[in-house]
T-cell receptor, first 111, second 115 residues
Framework: SQQGEEDPQALSIQEGENATMNCSYK?????LQWYRQNSGRGLVHLIL?????REKHSGRLRVTLDTSKKSSSLLITASRAADTASYFC???????????FGQGTRLTINP | DAGVIQSPRHEVTEMGQEVTLRCKPI?????LFWYRQTMMRGLELLIY????????DSGMPEDRFSAKMPNASFSTLKIQPSEPRDSAVYFC?????????????FGDGTRLSIL
């Protein structure tokens, strides 16, 4: 079974609105990463948050991490059509030398 | 800076044929990963190398799959013989020294179709 599970599986919003995607995981982690994948392209790293951090910002992106609930959220503010993509969370499990990806959230920004 | 380069971008071949996928990681990166992406199973790690040495190949589905990294700037993933269920997008990724705290940089993948 997947370590990370994104919610929702698909999200469609209007340009300018904020988009929030959630990720839940099952076991203790060292860090959690978010990636974006445009259609037909490889994944692009967005942000990494360590297990001892609660929040990180990068431009219009805000990531939170709640280790007590084993969950993370990615917020994209003031969305743009170019943000249309699939977004994946990935976790590095404690004691395991592996980055495990969730199934992704497909985000569509309507102009 | 050049990113991770994969070739070919698309490959269509008949079952039973040998398929070789190629990857050039980013210079200076010492980790290299091979992933497979399908709608059903998502993104799966097949194998990864550190300093050209295979570290974990537990994700390689069968003996038909093999991967090599003869030097720091080149890796191959080979499937022999290929089967229709091998159809997927195969990604290569690399990351700089620092282990699992560093982000991975992905190529644009090889879309493989086995007829």
């Amino acid at each position: 079974s997947q370590q990370g599970e994104e919610d929702p599986q698909a999200l469609s919003i209007q340009e300018g609105e904020n988009a929030t995607m959630n990720c839940s995981y099952k076991t203790s982690i060292n860090n959690l990463q978010w990636y974006r994948q445009n259609s037909g392209r490889g994944l692009v790293h967005l942000i990494l948050i360590r297990s001892n951090e609660r929040e990180k910002h990068s431009g219009r992106l805000r990531v939170t991490l709640d280790t007590s609930k084993k969950s993370s959220s990615l917020l994209i503010t003031a969305s743009r059509a170019a943000d249309t993509a699939s977004y994946f969370c990935a976790t590095v499990i404690q004691g395991a030398q592996k980055l495990v990806f969730g199934q992704g959230t497909r985000l569509t920004i309507n102009p | 800076d050049a990113g991770v380069i994969q070739s070919p971008r698309h490959e269509v071949t008949e079952m039973g044929q040998e398929v070789t996928l190629r990857c050039k990681p980013i210079s200076g990166h010492d980790y290299l990963f091979w992933y497979r992406q399908t709608m059903m199973r998502g993104l799966e790690l097949l194998i990864y190398f550190n300093n050209n040495v295979p570290i974990d190949d537990s994700g390689m589905p069968e003996d038909r799959f093999s991967a090599k990294m003869p030097n720091a700037s080149f890796s191959t993933l080979k499937i022999q013989p290929s089967e229709p269920r091998d159809s997927a997008v195969y990604f290569c990724a690399s990351s700089p020294p620092g282990g699992w705290a560093r982000p991975q940089h992905f190529g644009d993948g090889t879309r493989l179709s086995i007829l």
